[in-house]
């Protein structure tokens, strides 16, 4: 079986996740660290159905509809990151729910989102015209990068910046995903990738008992077999950000928001010392496995 990620056959059978039904077997490539699901489900989008988003399916999303005054302070740090980056233009969010990102993005650029579930979209559809001004489109389109909709956004060099976040790890073929975002993006055009990443020693101690192992999730990262990959894929210049590349002010006020007293202490010891854990290194690894990469289409030097 070969790596999705490197393409390299030097892969083994790492270990069963048997918390779930049914239960899965991951792989570990040699060459680039990085873990995979084998076999993999027969078809991964049955997972994104209403349940995934309505908490009663096994693994479950966040939805941003009920909580969007405190998603919207990490949607607009991220953002202000993410334009000290990039062109102006076109935005395209993978993997958008219900457009969270995308209606947030809207004062900055052109935005656009993509998901495989027809429930988010629709909803998320709705919920956007429903929002102030009241004027944004919802441009949020059903599909995937490797089955784009034949819409006229989805044309070669037509986007400044696409994020994928925490999409990546759902992909069944991400060589072939990868190389869609290249040609989906300008010369020079801007790639965010979250994702956990496996050299973090967070992953490494935690082994199969680590909680990003999921039933919807296929493919697990090393930071190292991602730039690998995405070198491959038309990308030639990476900046990486460790834990997040969003302000942990923004992160804390996120969490804070809807919530009692007692339990905004709590949280605010345990997520700053996360996000301090995330700075500090061992063996030349960070602590914990939390990673933002992004990554420059190529022929583009980033200033």
Known sequence: MNCPVCGHSQTSYFGTIDRFEPAFDIWI??????????PLPQNPNEYYEEEYYSGKAEFSYIDEREQYTGFKHVY???????????????????????GGL???????????????????????????????????PARLYRGSLEDLPKDPPFKEGSFSVIAMIEVAEHLENPRRVFAEAARLLKP????????????????????????????????YFTNTGLKQLLSQSGFSSFQEYIPVDFSLWAKLRKFAHGRNLLSVLFGIFRISWYHLKSKIRKNGKPLTSSYVLYAYKSNYVNA
């Open 29 to 38: 490539c040699s060459h680039c660290g990085s873990r995979f699901r084998n």
């Open 102 to 136: 995308v209606y947030c993005a809207s004062s900055r650029f052109e935005s656009y989102g993509l998901d495989v579930s027809g429930h988010a979209i629709e909803k998320g559809a709705e919920w956007i015209v429903s929002l102030p001004p009241q004027k944004f």
């Open 188 to 219: 020079g055009g801007l790639l965010v990738v979250q994702t956990a990443n496996f050299n973090g020693l967070q992953a490494e101690k935690q082994g199969l008992g680590y909680h990003y192992y999921l039933p919807g999730h296929l493919v």
């Open 76 to 98: 607009c740090s991220r953002l202000a990151t993410i334009s000290a980056h990039a062109q102006p233009g076109k935005f395209l969010d993978v993997g958008c729910s219900f």
